[in-house]
T-cell receptor, first 114, second 114 residues
Framework: KNQVEQSPQSLIILEGKNCTLQCNYTVSPFSNLRWYKQDTGRGPVSLTIMTFSENTKSNGRYTATLDADTKQSSLHITASQLSDSASYIC?????????????FGRGTQLTVWP | ETGVTQSPTHLIKTRGQQVTLRCSSQSGHNTVSWYQQALGQGPQFIFQ???????GRGNFPPRFSGLQFPNYSSELNVNALELDDSALYLCASSDGVYAGETQYFGPGTRLLVL
């Protein structure tokens, strides 16, 4: 069964600290994996997209990694800011699939305290 | 900002009523997808429209229906509202139907059914 599991469910860190969010998936055959940031009451915004051949991709203070062999991805946030408080959602697609066959994780709710 | 707008931002209805939610896609995007996001969950795919035709549907009953118009706007209609329909409804526009396309999400409409 194609699934996407994220951990932790929620996380609280102090401003300036680093953190890592995890995503495990069983989607096959794998096509790509995206990390989205969703502010409260807003729509998700794409942070990174990674295909099978990519191991790491950065977007400012956000760095995503992908291990296609173990079917794991992580999102590392460096020097966190208050504005990083949001839900981070991992989304995986299977090869050849349409947008209707995206597999969404439940998200990790990150709270950054001053 | 993603260039995708939704209206209204919030809505309160009672059980059994009907509701219409609206979305304005990015100019030039011929695909719109609608999602339901319950509190603390990832988005669930409702359906997708491509060039004004339904192009895929998730596990939602027929009382969820949609329309897409030539001017890049679209609607989600829900009949016979149930309490479990309370959620954030997101639309996302893209320039194609395949999973590799980037989706641009609107801010969502938060629906509360009493």
């Amino acid at each position: 069964k194609n699934q996407v599991e994220q951990s932790p469910q929620s996380l609280i860190i102090l401003e300036g600290k680093n953190c890592t969010l995890q995503c495990n998936y069983t989607v096959s055959p794998f096509s790509n994996l995206r990390w989205y940031k969703q502010d409260t009451g807003r729509g998700p915004v794409s942070l990174t997209i990674m295909t099978f051949s990519e191991n790491t991709k950065s977007n400012g203070r956000y760095t995503a990694t992908l291990d296609a062999d173990t079917k794991q991805s992580s999102l590392h946030i460096t020097a966190s800011q208050l504005s990083d408080s949001a839900s981070y959602i991992c989304v995986v697609s299977a090869r050849g699939s349409t947008l209707g066959r995206l597999y969404f994780g439940r998200g990790t709710q990150l709270t950054v305290w001053p | 900002e993603t260039g995708v707008t939704q209206s209204p931002t919030h809505l309160i209805k009672t059980r059994g009523q009907q509701v219409t939610l609206r979305c304005s896609s990015q100019s030039g995007h011929n695909t719109v997808s609608w999602y339901q996001q319950a509190l603390g969950q990832g988005p669930q795919f409702i359906f997708q429209y491509y060039r004004e035709e339904e192009n895929g549907r998730g596990n939602f009953p027929p009382r969820f229906s949609g329309l897409q118009f030539p001017n890049y706007s679209s609607e989600l209609n829900v009949n016979a509202l149930e309490l479990d329909d309370s959620a954030l409804y997101l639309c996302a526009s893209s320039d194609g139907v395949y999973a590799g396309e980037t989706q641009y999400f609107g801010p969502g409409t938060r629906l509360l059914v009493l």
